[in-house]
């Protein structure tokens, strides 16, 4: 009795480590590819948070340290700062706001006067997500055309999932602020961030350079989800909508 019993229990141990393996291969890998230091934050932060809470593999990839585009109080606070230091604050502040998330970054730091993204750099990015076989895909608006880097960001990501041959779940969040009517973008899914809203808070004051971002985006986190029935949320658009299929009209 006693050595039927060790063996069975000794069989579920594998069984009960195969479950753990199955469940976490089902939490979905997300990358997030960014235009400058603080788009993925303050756009998608409370998204990453969540994920990474649950235990999902999140990285985030910026294409651009933003030194011209977002770095005007830099310029301002010390007249004469070099562009390699403007690009090294940057990158810092973008560090220490991925730490705040738990996520994993990498900086290709391409530059922003303008962004181009030449074949090499295309193929960079493509390997990037080849390598890392994301589920979900987060970039930016891909009608956000008042603004080259954002909208050059969309289009090459788009692109590079194709060349990666990955995943085609590719989710856009937000355009800069303010702009949303006006190009368009209508949310089709929101992710309720309530609980992890003081994360994200944390995580953009680290993005000292911008510091207008905390206002700016504490006041559309509240208005997405005075939207959506909650009390903070984030936005996104799916590239390839998934229209639900049901049995019966829900009331």
């Not at 990358?31 to 603080?38: D, I, K, R």
């Not at 502040?93 to 074949?119: I, S, T, W, Y």
């Not at 909208?151 to 590079?160: D, F, G, K, N, Q």
């Not at 504490?218 to 208005?223: A, D, G, I, Y």
Request: charged share 25%; net charge positive.
């Amino acid at each position: 009795m006693q050595r039927r019993h060790f063996l069975r229990t000794a069989l579920l141990v594998p069984a009960a480590g195969a479950l753990r393996a199955q469940e976490a291969a089902s939490r979905p890998r997300v990358l997030a590819v960014s235009a400058h230091p603080a788009d993925f934050c303050s756009r998608a932060a409370g998204t990453l948070i969540k994920h990474v809470r649950a235990g999902s593999a999140v990285k985030v990839v910026w294409l651009t340290h933003g030194e011209t585009d977002e770095s005007q109080l830099l310029y301002k606070k010390r007249p004469g700062i070099s562009i390699e230091e403007v690009r090294r604050i940057r990158e810092q502040e973008a560090f220490a706001a991925v730490h705040v998330v738990g996520a994993e970054g990498r900086m290709f730091g391409f530059g922003d006067n303008p962004l181009r993204m030449p074949p090499e750099r295309m193929q960079m990015l493509a390997q990037e997500i080849a390598a890392f076989k994301p589920n979900i895909i987060l970039t930016h608006w891909k009608e956000e055309l008042s603004y080259p880097t954002h909208w050059l960001t969309s289009r090459s990501v788009i692109e590079a999932a194709q060349m990666a041959g990955g995943s085609w779940d590719i989710r856009f969040f937000e355009p800069t602020i303010g702009t949303a009517t006006r190009y368009g973008f209508v949310p089709d899914h929101y992710v309720d961030i309530t609980e992890v809203f003081d994360q994200k808070m944390e995580a953009l004051k680290k993005l000292e350079t911008q510091p207008h971002l905390l206002e700016y985006y504490s006041t559309l986190n509240r208005m997405r989800g005075l939207e959506s029935g909650r009390r903070y949320a984030e936005a996104f658009v799916r590239w390839a909508p998934r229209p639900p299929v049901v049995d019966l009209l829900a009331r």
